[in-house]
Every structure is written in C-alpha cells, then in structure tokens.
C-alpha cells in the first residue's frame, strides 16, 4: 500500500491509505470508530463517541484565528462493500487492495471506499496539520451513512459549536453542492407455498452478470441495467415454455444499482433447448438495448443441481408480473435546474428465502420534491400489493433544501475565483448527503458539499482522481484560512 500512502498530497493518502487497511463496510465499524477516536486521542484533542456511534473530535483555532466562525467538517467513515463475483474478498475482515491505475486509484474487484473515505481522511488532516491557519474546528464523522444514514439520525444537539458545516461528500471537482435528494425505502415481501419438484424436469441455473451497477442516486442518469429487471424479463418471456422458478438471488444493497442476479429455473426436459434458444434471443435483445451502456453484460444458462422444491406457480407468475411492471431509473427530471434528476427508483434486491418460504425485495427511491416521493411511493405500494405482495416503508429522511444566499457558498466561490480564475459551479444533488438529516437538530448551520472526482461509487469500478484530491485539498485549505469572523 505505500505507493498510496505516497501520492501528493501525502498528509490526506497517508490517513486513507490507512482506511483501505481497516475493514468498514455499513453495520461493522467498531474497527474503524476505534481507529478514529484513537486518532483524535493521541493528538490530544477533545474527541467524542456518541451513542450514534459518531466521532466528534475538536480542534482549537490556531494563533491569531481564534475569532473566526467555527467550522464543522462532516464525513462518513462506512463504505458500501460491492465486490465482482469472481474476488474473494470479506469486507468484514479483509484490507481493500487498492492501486494506482493512470491518473485514478481503484481497487481489486472491490469498491474502493473513496466515498467517503478521502473526504473523512482530509477532514483528519485538517486535525493532524501544524501549519494550516484555521479557526476553530470540528470534525464530524457519522456512522452508517450508506444503509439508513443512522449517525446523522442519531446525532444530538448541543454536542457541537459550529456555526459553518463543510460536508466532504460530494464527488465532482469544481462544483459547490447546496442541495439534495430526500430518500425512502420500499421493502417488498411475497410468502409462498412449495411444491414438489414434477418428473421430468431438469433444472438449469439463469445468470445475469457484468453489469456496471453503481451508485443509485449518482449514477442512476446513465441508463445503466438493471439485472433484476433482465432477469424477470427473460422469465416473462418463458411463460410459454412452461418455466418453473425455484429461488432468486438479485441485488445485494439497496442504493447500489443490481449488476447479478442469478435463479434456479426449471424446464421440461424435452423443452430445455427451446428455452436456451429463447433466453439467448431475449438476451441479444437485451444487449442491443443497453449495448452503449453496458458492453460486458452476460446472460448464461448451466446445468443446475436439482432442488427440492419449488416456489408456487401462482406466486411466481404474480412478483414476475411486478418486478415487469415495477417502476425504475429515472422517473422525472427537475424542471428548474437543467440535468438534474428531480425523482428516481432503484429496484435494489430481489431475494427468495427457502426456509423462512419469504421473496424479499427492496427498492430506493429518491426526490427532491417530497410529494413526488411520496406519488413514487404509491406506484410501487400498488404494482406489489396488486401482485399479493406486501408493501412498507422505511429510512425515510429530508432532501436539503439550497439557499443560494449562503454566506459559506459565497466565500467559497471568491476562494476558488481568486486560485483558479473561475467560479464553481453551484450545483444540487440527486444522491442524499447528510445536511438535511443534520439541519433538523442544528438549524442555524450555514451548509455547504464539496469533493474530489470519484466515479462509479457503489461499484466495483469507483474509482478516485488523483489531480482532483490534491486541488480539493487545496482548496479545502485555502477556504479555512478564508473563514470570515465572528
């Protein structure tokens, strides 16, 4: 990992480079919490561990600043841990392999955890700086942003001072985030009957892989596949054949677009060419649909062991006709800020559990306007209950709302201006960050998102630039120093 730890600036891949060596995918960050307060601790700053399982550490202004506006600086420190099908790897155990690919790192067949890692590790820094002019400074590091924003829920009020908070979250350089998607979860349960197996079948396993995937809220504007979607459809299509399914097995996170899914189907045997005949007609229709986004898409059919049972043929035919007719992708884009997707639904999981005789699905759906999400909501509420399917809602949490006058986005365009010869560009996101979560029980903070260029987060293909880290970093220095007082 050194040649990591080497990259300039040193004093932000040095601290990352030591996340990439401690495992903290979402709900397994005792490790990682330990490692942050250890941090805080051995600087002698004040540091703080919630019951949220946040870390707060503290930092005094430096001589001759003590008047300036405190700033809080806001990270996550879970990741979301995708990795291809093919890499053995246990986000809960092992080290991310990550490496210098041209202008980028990436990782080995994993996601790399640049989101939000390096916007964490400059946070640290900051703290771990003796030459950055700054006043006073915290620096809020929340725990299980990915899978239900938990830390930021559960952060209390009066544990921080800060009048400016500077969230690390954000994801192209160059462009100032005042703004974000709110969010909710679907959860989707079907209950089914087994039946036995008929004679004369054979069982055959159905793949759908080398997908993209990426994150749901970022990356749902490129059109990508959806491998749950692909998988039902190549089903629906088998109707005729007389195709039985016996387990499915889609997705994995909720705010990562799918890119597998695998099944046990079973066929006729006398019927078994015509249904690999058919799937790879639907599977070259597939691919010439998706052929820009996705080159690497497969679809394979193998010889399968024989299960036990089946899932009931009236239930099959019921979720086949949902997850057809479900909602996905983009669904409207924002009228008053061209190329922004104002509402979206990512179909994340489809799973059957044959002892609990359950098919659980998930969908994620975002919204800047909150009566959209909720319209959203409805549509999916009524394609699964219509099916036999029921239908909650869960993790729902605030878009932030942009305020254009904010004195903090004004400093900072004038900081980047006087560096770089232009302004930033102000931009909202469809992906939710924190702030609006953190507003409700801190009102007054003036909020801001800023961050280095990472791609395809959520995906075994994140990857993050290297010129754009050393320009955030600069950048993120220049506007401490620019902080205005008190």
């Known amino acids: 990992m050194s040649e990591i730890k080497n990259i300039q600036p040193t004093e932000v891949w040095g601290i990352f480079d030591q996340m990439l060596q401690i495992p903290r995918p979402s709900n ?12 805080g601790k051995d600087l002698g700053l004040e540091t703080i561990h919630d019951e949220a399982g946040n870390v707060i550490i503290k930092k005094p202004a430096t001589p001759g600043m003590e008047n300036r506006k405190t700033v809080v600086l806001q990270g996550h420190l879970d990741m979301v841990p995708q990795k291809n099908s093919d890499k053995e790897h246990d986000f809960t155990k092992d080290p991310i392999e990550a490496f210098i690919d041209g202008d980028w790192v990436t990782a080995k067949g994993t996601t790399l955890g640049a989101d939000n890692g390096i916007g964490s590790s400059a946070a640290m820094a900051v703290l771990a700086s003796k030459t950055i002019k700054h006043g006073p400074v915290e620096v809020l590091l929340t725990a299980t942003e990915e899978t239900g924003m938990d830390g930021a829920n559960g952060l209390k009020a009066g544990l921080l001072d800060a009048d400016i908070l500077i969230n690390t979250d954000s994801e192209d350089e160059g462009e100032l985030y005042v703004g974000c998607a709110g969010g909710e979860d679907a959860n989707i349960t079907f209950t089914y009957t087994e039946e036995e197996v008929p004679v004369g079948f054979t069982a055959l396993k159905l793949s759908v892989t080398g997908l993209k995937g990426g994150h749901s809220g970022m990356d749902i504007i490129l059109g990508r596949g959806n491998s749950i979607k692909a998988f039902f459809r190549i089903l629906n299509a088998a109707e005729g054949l007389g195709v039985r399914l016996a387990s499915i097995d889609g997705g994995s996170l909720r705010n990562a677009i ?35 986004t996705e080159p690497d898409m497969a679809i394979a059919v193998e010889e399968a062991e024989m299960p036990e049972t089946l899932i009931d043929a009236k239930t099959q035919k019921n979720i086949t006709a949902a997850v057809v007719a479900c909602p996905n992708g983009v669904i409207r884009m924002s009228d008053s800020m061209p190329g922004l997707v104002e509402t979206s639904t990512n179909l994340a999981i489809f799973k059957s559990d044959a002892g609990a005789k359950t098919i659980e699905g998930a969908c994620l759906m975002r919204s800047s306007v909150d009566t959209a999400k909720t319209e959203l909501a409805s549509r999916l509420k009524a394609v699964f209950e219509l099916a036999g399917g029921t239908v909650t809602f869960s993790g729902a949490y605030p878009g932030w709302k942009p305020n254009m006058e904010s004195p903090i986005l004004k400093t900072m365009q004038g900081v980047y201006n006087n560096k770089w010869g232009k302004v930033p560009k102000i931009m909202a996101i469809h992906a939710g960050l924190e702030c609006g979560i953190l507003a409700q029980n801190y009102p007054h903070w003036d909020m801001i998102s800023f961050g280095p260029t990472i791609r395809f987060p959520h995906s075994p293909d994140e990857k993050v630039n290297v010129e754009t880290v050393a320009k955030f970093w600069e950048f993120l220095v220049l506007t401490l120093e620019s902080i205005p007082e008190k």
């Not at 045997?269 to 820009?292: P, R, T």
């Open 28 to 39: 397994h960050e005792d490790a990682i919490q330990a490692w942050a307060v250890k941090f």
């Open 258 to 292: 799918p890119r597998e899914a695998f099944g046990v189907v079973l066929v006729e045997e006398a019927k078994a060419a015509d249904f690999v005949a058919m799937v790879d007609e639907v599977a070259d229709q597939i691919k010439a649909e998706l052929a820009a």
